[in-house]
T-cell receptor, first 117, second 105 residues
């Protein structure tokens, strides 16, 4: 299967600071990547779609000014949580689809656990 | 958006038992995947199965797209099968709530 990495694996920060999370597709190119958030004991919720060379699209209810997304290359997307607050503490996971005609299986990174104090 | 329902929400198995997990979805889809989330949070791809039947070792899956459901079969369960199993559909994956499987030795 395809490999997607995330960095960092976990981060603890003070309220009001910004945190950047990187998502990389290691063995394939991804013009699109997705960012999800998962709260404890809950399912994954799509936050935004990251598009290489254009603006990200955000799901309803997700603040685009708070969650900045940059798709810098065909293998890298970054999510920056700006002015983080304790309610932003969550597990953030990225995914990338490996495309091939009608085949578009998605592969997930290992996730980043964010704790805001 | 598409609604995805998984059942049962929780499943407790004795090692060696077989089980079936179900995923119902509210509209036609061109993508359906099953995942296993391990205790560290990593989502492991089990099947990409928008239709038909696939098998991989002790796991198999069937999707009946016309009836909008998919089934995941676990045979001869092992303690390492414990975790949360998710079904997700469509290109921008919509996830079900998951089935938490606990396999006891």
């Amino acid at each position: 299967g395809a490999v997607v990495s995330q960095h960092p694996s976990w981060v603890i920060c003070k309220s009001g600071t910004s945190v950047k999370i990187e998502c990389r597709s290691l063995d394939f190119q991804a013009t699109t990547m997705f960012w999800y958030r998962q709260f404890p004991k809950q399912s994954l919720m799509l936050m935004a779609t990251s598009n290489e060379g254009s603006k990200a699209t955000y799901e309803q209810g997700v603040e685009k000014d708070k969650f900045l997304i940059n798709h810098a290359s065909l293998t890298l997307s970054t999510l920056t949580v700006t002015s983080a607050h304790p309610e932003d503490s969550s597990f953030y996971i990225c995914s990338a689809p490996r495309l091939g005609g009608a085949y578009n299986e998605q592969f997930f990174g290992p996730g980043t656990r964010l704790t805001v104090l | 958006g598409i609604q995805v329902e998984q059942s049962p929400p929780d499943l407790i198995l004795q090692e060696g038992a077989n089980s079936t997990l179900r995923c119902n979805f509210s509209d036609s889809v061109n993508n359906l995947q099953w995942f296993h989330q391990n205790p560290w949070g990593q989502l492991i791809n089990l099947f990409y199965i928008p239709s038909g039947t696939k098998q991989n070792g002790r796991l198999s899956a069937t999707t009946v797209a016309t009836e909008r459901y998919s089934l995941l079969y676990i045979s001869s369960s092992q303690t390492t099968d414990s975790g949360v199993y998710f079904c997700a559909v469509d290109y921008k994956l919509s996830f079900g709530a998951g089935t938490t499987v606990t396999v006891r030795a």
